[in-house]
T-cell receptor, first 111, second 112 residues
Framework: DTGVSQDPRHKITKRGQNVTFRCDPISEHNRLYWYRQTLGQGPEFLTY????????KSRLLSDRFSAERPKGSFSTLEIQRTEQGDSAMYLC?????????FGPGTRLLVL | QKEVEQNSGPLSVPEGAIASLNCTYS??????FFWYRQYSGKSPELIMS????GDKEDGRFTAQLNKASQYVSLLIRDSQPSDSATYLCAVNMGGGADGLTFGKGTHLIIQP
């Protein structure tokens, strides 16, 4: 049973650049979530997919953020025109029912 | 605003003792409650889930839920140095929302 995987694990970018992260959920899980975590804080919910449908988006998800899950399997999270405040750990989680299992995260640093 | 509150700590407990971690939440309709452990630089790892009032035990861990008081706790018996981590309380606030609301976490230190 492979867990949730995320790629890349680390990303350094310059302010204003676009970045894209990928998440591969546990194979039988139809629900996929994105969270953002900054130092000293708990994860903050960003968005949620059930299969390919994006069912919920947080107010935290500004217009510069977009997420897709085109075939109901892997998902991508894109941040356009990155800002220094976007520096954080981006976590993906998947679930079959209630319990969410997290991937290792992508640590983003915006210079 | 829907919130989950935890004491950030650090909470220092001697090895072999019981560590008690507490969490309160603001949304009375919340239905699902989770404890995650997070080591520094790593992602959250599920410890326990609890959905009904009362206690739920899994090995050295016991989760306790009191919906009337909007309170959930985690007890760790026979604490080990490897239990030193940040413990995150997470709540599914309900109302159709499926994203979890997390507290800031309690930093637990087990002293050998």
């Amino acid at each position: 049973d492979t867990g949730v995987s995320q790629d890349p694990r680390h990303k350094i970018t310059k302010r204003g650049q676009n970045v894209t992260f990928r998440c591969d959920p546990i194979s039988e899980h139809n629900r996929l979530y994105w969270y953002r975590q900054t130092l000293g804080q708990g994860p903050e919910f960003l968005t949620y997919f059930q299969n390919e449908a994006q069912l919920e988006k947080s107010r935290l998800l500004s217009d510069r953020f977009s997420a897709e899950r085109p075939k109901g399997s892997f998902s991508t999270l894109e941040i356009q025109r990155t800002e220094q405040g976007d520096s954080a750990m981006y976590l993906c989680a998947s679930s079959h029912q209630e319990t969410q299992y997290f991937g290792p995260g992508t640590r983003l640093l915006v210079l | 605003q829907k919130e989950v509150e935890q004491n950030s700590g650090p909470l220092s407990v001697p090895e072999g003792a019981i560590a008690s971690l507490n969490c309160t939440y603001s949304d009375r309709v919340s239905q699902s409650f989770f404890w995650y452990r997070q080591y520094s630089g790593k992602s959250p790892e599920l410890i326990m889930s609890i959905y009904s009032n009362g206690d739920k035990e899994d090995g050295r861990f016991t989760a306790q839920l009191n919906k009337a008081s909007q309170y959930v706790s985690l007890l760790i018996r026979d604490s080990q140095p490897s239990d030193s981590a940040t413990y995150l309380c997470a709540v599914n606030m309900g109302g159709g929302a499926d994203g979890l609301t997390f507290g800031k976490g309690t930093h637990l230190i087990i002293q050998p």
